[in-house]
T-cell receptor, first 117, second 113 residues
Framework: AQTVTQSQPEMSVQEAETVTLSCTYD???????LFWYKQPPSRQMILVIR??????QNATENRFSVNFQKAAKSFSLKISDSQLGDTAMYFC??????????????FGKGTHLIIQP | NAGVTQTPKFRILKIGQSMTLQCTQD?????MYWYRQDPGMGLKLIYY???????DKGEVPNGYNVSRSTTEDFPLRLELAAPSQTSVYFC????????????FGPGTRLTVL
């Protein structure tokens, strides 16, 4: 079984600052995907960024980027030029590929990110 | 496309009552999932389905049942509701060919008193 650990229950930064959210995972799988999901107060789950484990290059999506360290089983999310709309819960999630994705996602407990004006 | 829709949005049940949470997707996705999110926690997988007529248990299936008679619908049944089932329930779907992105519904907040 996989486990995902997010060690920062809450973080607070000023608008326009850069913030990094941590995530570590434990698995014996060699092929998998990693994700960061955003959950604003509306509780809608929104995919922020994804990383294929077989790719060495770190994924980026506009102001969002990841630092994927496969050997260390670490997958942090960096948000640059943070905006008030980034205030939300952020969840790190894991999906193994051996089941074709059918097994679903394994989530961490989340980090509550607060962007202060 | 409406995407993934869930009904109801909110529900209060008494202990021992039963109910069905509805989930429908109009994207012709073959994979569908039910998750629950307890306060301060991440989502946990209850049941999943890889196609009509095929379902399987996830991490926390006790107290729930599912069925998948069509590609579009994946209802979750709660029998004999208990306070431990107070949670927010999310339905999600994806295509097998693009299983790296799950689309989530807006969730159902269920309280059992």
């Amino acid at each position: 079984a996989q486990t995902v650990t997010q060690s920062q229950p809450e973080m607070s930064v000023q608008e326009a600052e850069t913030v990094t959210l941590s995530c570590t995972y434990d698995t014996s799988e060699s092929n998998y995907y990693l994700f960061w999901y955003k959950q604003p107060p509306s509780r809608q789950m929104i995919l922020v960024i994804r990383q294929e484990a077989y790719k060495q290059q770190n994924a980026t999506e506009n102001r969002f980027s990841v630092n994927f360290q496969k050997a260390a089983k670490s997958f942090s999310l960096k948000i640059s030029d943070s905006q008030l709309g980034d205030t939300a819960m952020y969840f790190c999630a894991f999906m193994k590929l051996s089941g074709g994705g059918a097994d679903g996602l394994t989530f961490g407990k989340g980090t509550h990110l607060i962007i202060q004006p | 496309n409406a995407g993934v829709t869930q009904t109801p949005k909110f529900r209060i049940l008494k202990i021992g009552q039963s109910m069905t949470l509805q989930c429908t997707q109009d994207m012709n996705h073959n994979y569908m999932y039910w998750y629950r999110q307890d306060p301060g926690m991440g989502l946990k997988l209850i049941y999943y389905s890889v196609g009509a007529g095929i379902t399987d248990k996830g991490e926390v299936p006790n107290g729930y049942n599912v069925s998948r008679s069509t590609t579009e619908d994946f209802p979750l049944r709660l029998e004999l509701a208990a306070p431990s089932q107070t949670s927010v329930y999310f339905c999600a779907s994806t295509l097998q060919s693009s299983y790296n992105e799950q689309f989530f519904g807006p969730g159902t907040r269920l309280t059992v008193l």
